[in-house]
């Protein structure tokens, strides 16, 4: 027998492995309860599920065993009337996540660098470090605020510029918005400036800066099914990017990289606008009705957030004991207790019936440890 044991790149052999949650079906055994009885609230999944519509266009699509359309001509169609833009600056993806590991491949080599700003969506810096690039952190105020100068002085300091910017707005895990404004100011650094908007459909206020991107050579904005289409499961996202640099993502992208599942499912989607809608406006009644709520229990401090989820700073008490006690009750909610977000829960809105329930044993579990 050969003796060799081949050895990755070693910045590979020394990456630390990647802790991903749990399927939902080990969750479901582990507690002892069927999947209908968990309230999952730890992924900002939507509760509600797809459109029928998807349910109905998966059934009766008869073409599984024909590779998809490469450029996804149908889909960029329905999504240029959705975003409104042209579909020239639509590129289609496995999931948004997809399009941020292509972009790091696309723009990064060893020796580049990104910034972030942490407290954020993981992928980010992830992917980049993957492309052999560094990643400068720049980070968040207690509040959760964007440290603008820093950001810039980040630029005007580093040896080799900075490539790419990214930025979340919504953020996760705070649900905080970047103003037009800042977005603006960021646009003069000599970078590209990636826009998250994988919330931006629960968010009040200025809205989305897709319709800029034809005009800004530096900006693209990211979008998925994921949150408020109910398409986890399936993986489907996309970009909205200046033409010159879709040329580039056309040359580097997998040929079948979006599914014919996940573009029928997106699809159909489309063509079901006002139910999917009116179920955000329910998610965003229910995250604002959850917010309050929140307040009135002593042990947390709820943060006002614009995407479809809560974060909260639990007082008194770990955190991740919370987490436990309400997933023995069969609620799942996310936790964190690391820099930048030490002692924090973060809940996903869920159904009117999910919020009684998490809101009645959070009450119990606060109120229990408070007297004994
Ligand atoms: C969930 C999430 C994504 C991932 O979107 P997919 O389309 O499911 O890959 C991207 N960005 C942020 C900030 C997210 O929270």
């Not at 056309?250 to 990289?257: D, S």
């Not at 009644?285 to 947390?300: F, K, S, W």
Request: aromatic share 8%; proline share 8%; glycine share 6%.
């Amino acid at each position: 027998m050969p003796q060799h044991s081949p050895s990755p790149r070693p910045d590979i052999s020394q990456m630390e492995t990647y802790v991903a949650v749990k399927p939902f079906e080990v969750m479901s055994e582990e507690l002892g309860r069927d999947p209908a009885d968990i309230i999952k609230l730890d992924a900002n999944e939507n509760p509600y599920g797809p459109s029928p519509r998807v349910q109905e266009a998966l059934s009766a699509y008869p073409w599984l065993h024909i590779y998809p359309d490469p450029q996804q001509e149908q889909l960029r169609v329905a999504l240029a009337d959705y975003v409104g833009v042209s579909m020239e600056n639509i590129f289609p993806g496995h999931g948004a996540d997809e399009i941020i590991d292509l972009l790091c491949r696309v723009f990064l080599q060893p020796g580049d660098s990104i910034i972030t700003c942490p407290p954020t969506f993981g992928m980010y810096s992830f992917d980049a470090k993957l492309s052999g690039a560094r990643v400068i952190e720049v980070w968040r105020d207690e509040d959760f605020g964007l440290d603008v100068e820093g950001i810039e002085r980040a630029v005007a300091v580093a040896e080799t510029p900075p490539k790419i910017l990214f930025l979340t707005s919504p953020n996760n895990p705070d649900g905080g918005l970047v103003s037009h404004a800042t977005l603006r100011r960021l646009l003069q650094l000599p970078l590209l400036v990636v826009v998250d908007e994988a919330y931006i459909e629960f968010a009040e206020g200025e809205g989305s800066v897709a319709g800029w991107v034809p005009e800004t050579p530096n900006l693209a904005v990211l979008r998925t099914f994921s949150k408020w289409a109910g398409l986890a499961g399936l993986r489907l996202g996309y970009g909205i990017f200046p033409l010159a640099l879709m040329a580039h993502l056309w040359k580097c992208k997998q040929p079948y990289n979006v599914n014919v599942a996940a573009a029928v499912a997106g699809l159909a989607s489309l063509d079901d606008l006002p139910l999917l809608q009116a179920r955000v406006s329910t998610l965003k009644v229910e995250r604002d009705r959850m917010y309050t709520a929140l307040q009135q229990i002593p042990a947390l401090h709820p943060l006002p957030g614009q995407g479809n989820f809560i974060l909260c700073r639990v007082e008194g008490r770990p955190a991740a004991e919370l987490q436990r006690q309400l997933a023995a009750q069969g609620i799942l909610v996310r936790h964190y207790d690391k820099a930048g977000l030490r002692n924090y829960l973060r809940i996903s809105a869920g159904r009117p019936q999910d919020s009684e329930r998490l809101l009645a044993a959070l009450s119990r579990c606060t109120e229990l440890s408070t007297s004994s």
